[in-house]
């Protein structure tokens, strides 16, 4: 449970690459029963959606159930782990490997996104369980779970199609090195081959009909071609720039903090740089063998030859193998101990050996779900999805300003926030525009602001001293976003023109709006005769010949003076009213504002909602 919490506790950063590849699951499904061996977004087979999209399909559309599924596979991704390292190196050293992998951040943290990437390392761990299994036994049964594991890479994150060429390439090195070992296992090796071709065939024939799009999405990362092409023209800065941001920067990544974070912390990190040195000293055990090459293989093939080093996604394969180097660097400290003292070591190794696990689960902790949130902290889309899925319905969503990246239409396709008839998206290309609230809005209104736009938010607060307003900062404390949530009373309470008055001793204006235009209440006999102006703006519904009619007022629409009874051409949205009239006396009766709008037979008062 607790390692179940530590992937679904606290929302990280919502990567839009989550809702793109839940809204393709999604639309497989809308037919009935999707083709399993399909391919879908950025060439992924639609099993891996599939497999995505099962908390949804349970519990209903959101980013959280989306994830629920990247969770789970990272929780049983410890099983076949530990199967696989108990069978080589025992049950101690299995357990710690099994724990620091749980604990690992990088395993947590792509446990907790809903992307497909986490599964390479559920598949990792049934090849490499299933390889140690028929190596002991080598029973016919062995060979198909070792097939299908290797099918099942062909279905998932595209770096997991390395896996089968690495254990290929170990198995060579062993029938090179082994006396007989091609003749023991040729005739499993190729039960596993139709097993394999069970599982992926199907997969085969949609890549090889759609090659063109399968190879252009797959073959893409690789750019070693930089560093021979400056190497042939004799660019030597060239050559040194690309080893030390490929080659150095994959190797700091297991210490230093790329962009993503450190894979391992300084508690592991040690015991692990002291392993991989020692199996490279002990590189004749087969164990040791199938570590390095897993290992090595990943860490070249799929970070140092690749763009955007070290690019943690394609290197996730190898977590299972790395996280086993400090547990065994860890297994044989406790080994000496028994040699050295067979009644003491227990006493001094049990206390010693929770430190240190405990300080790796504190610093990994710490890491994910406090040092990381602090750099993601202020991103756009994020902060908008959050908004969008906190505001009660109905809603209404104004975003300012069309070229912003992150609008709420692509938020919420990109969060996998559920569709609603009662939530309302709008994009707005004329910034101004985002006040008044137009009367066409339902229930709570929430305008979002973005930095490039924050000349605007001393209008906002004029039309709506009373909104609540919240401010989202990126990490270094840079505003990027804000936010107004307006209540349905607190639009209300703005509807109407606000009143000026003036008498021959004083002039003074109403505190709030109104949609009546009659003597005010705090009027004195000394301040008749009295004139009063109503100022604001009137919302045209849809364009056309609007006409007025205010009795003993006078109206100007768009500083155009208003003739009684006669239509002008309004074009559809706000336009500035001004409406004037004199009191002679106490007892002067109201200003009856009214309108006959586009299609209407009969003259009716300006309803409130359109001031």
């Not at 049934?126 to 049964?141: K, P, Y």
């Not at 709006?513 to 008749?528: K, M, N």
Request: glycine share 8%; with cysteine.
């Amino acid at each position: 449970r607790p390692i179940f919490d530590l992937r679904l506790r606290h929302t990280s950063l919502l990567d839009p690459d989550e809702g793109r590849q839940g809204r393709w699951a999604e639309r497989i499904w809308q037919d009935g029963f999707p083709d399993a061996f399909g391919l879908g977004w950025n060439v992924f087979p639609n099993l891996s959606y599939m497999t995505e999209y099962v908390g949804v399909q349970a519990f209903g559309t959101s980013n959280a159930h989306l994830r629920l599924s990247a969770a789970t596979i990272g929780v049983l991704s410890l099983v076949p782990v530990f199967f696989w390292v108990r069978r080589w190196w025992g049950n101690v050293i299995a357990l710690m490997a099994v724990f620091l992998l749980a604990v690992n951040r990088d395993h947590i943290a792509w446990s907790r996104v809903a992307l497909n990437n986490i599964q390479q390392v559920l598949v990792a761990g049934l090849i490499l369980a299933a390889f140690a299994r028929l190596l002991r036994g080598r029973r016919a049964i062995d060979w198909v779970w070792l097939g299908y594991a290797i099918g099942l890479a062909f279905h998932t994150y595209h770096a997991a199609k390395l896996f089968p060429v690495l254990l290929a390439a170990a198995a060579l090195l062993f029938a090179v090195g082994m006396r007989g070992f091609a003749r023991r296992y040729a005739a499993g090796a190729l039960i596993g081959a139709l097993a394999c071709m069970l599982c992926i065939g199907p997969l085969l024939v949609t890549m090889y009909r759609g090659w063109g799009m399968f190879y252009g999405g797959t073959s893409n990362r690789v750019d070693l071609a930089q560093l021979t092409t400056a190497y042939h023209r004799g660019d030597i800065p060239a050559v040194r720039a690309y080893i030390g941001r490929h080659v150095i920067g994959c190797l700091m990544s297991f210490t230093a903090i790329p962009a993503e974070g450190p894979t391992f912390d300084p508690f592991v990190a040690v015991p692990f740089l002291l392993g991989i040195g020692w199996m490279l000293w002990r590189w004749r055990d087969p164990r040791h063998l199938v570590v390095l090459v897993w290992t090595l293989g990943i860490l070249v093939i799929g970070g140092m030859i690749t763009d955007s080093p070290p690019w943690k996604a394609r290197l996730l394969g190898y977590l299972p193998t790395i996280c086993l180097i400090p547990a065994v660097v860890a297994g044989r400290a406790r080994q000496a101990l028994w040699r050295w003292s067979p009644a003491r070591a227990d006493l001094l190794g049990v206390p010693l050996l929770i430190v240190w696990l405990g300080a790796a689960l504190y610093a990994n902790w710490h890491n994910v779900f406090i040092d990381v949130p602090r750099l993601q902290r202020g991103d756009i889309l994020t902060s908008i999805c959050r908004a969008i899925d906190k505001t009660p319905l109905p809603a209404t969503f104004y975003m300012a300003g069309a070229g912003v990246m992150a609008e709420p239409k692509v938020a919420s396709h990109d969060c996998m926030i559920a569709s609603s008839p009662e939530r309302f998206l709008v994009d707005l290309s004329d910034d101004p525009a985002i006040v008044p609230v137009p009367p066409t809005s339902h229930g709570t209104v929430v305008l979002l602001i973005s930095w490039m736009q924050q000349e605007l938010l001393p209008l906002v607060r004029h039309y709506y001293p009373e909104a609540h307003y919240e401010i989202v900062h990126e990490a270094h404390g840079f505003p990027v976003l804000h936010v107004f949530t307006l209540p349905p009373d607190v639009i209300e309470r703005s509807r109407g023109l606000r009143a000026a008055y003036r008498g021959p001793t004083r002039t003074w204006s109403a505190p709030k709006a109104t949609g009546t235009f009659s003597l005010p209440v705090d009027a004195s006999a000394g301040d008749f005769p009295l004139r009063a102006s109503w100022r604001g703006q009137l919302w045209a519904e849809k364009p056309g010949a609007y006409a007025f009619r205010s009795g003993t007022g006078t109206l100007r629409v768009d500083q155009i003076s208003v003739a009684e009874a006669t239509p002008i051409g309004l074009a559809a949205g706000w336009h500035t009213v001004k409406l004037r009239a004199e009191f002679a006396s106490a007892g002067s009766g109201p200003i009856v504002l009214e309108w006959k709008p586009p299609g209407a037979g009969e003259w009716a008062p300006i309803p409130p909602a359109f001031l």
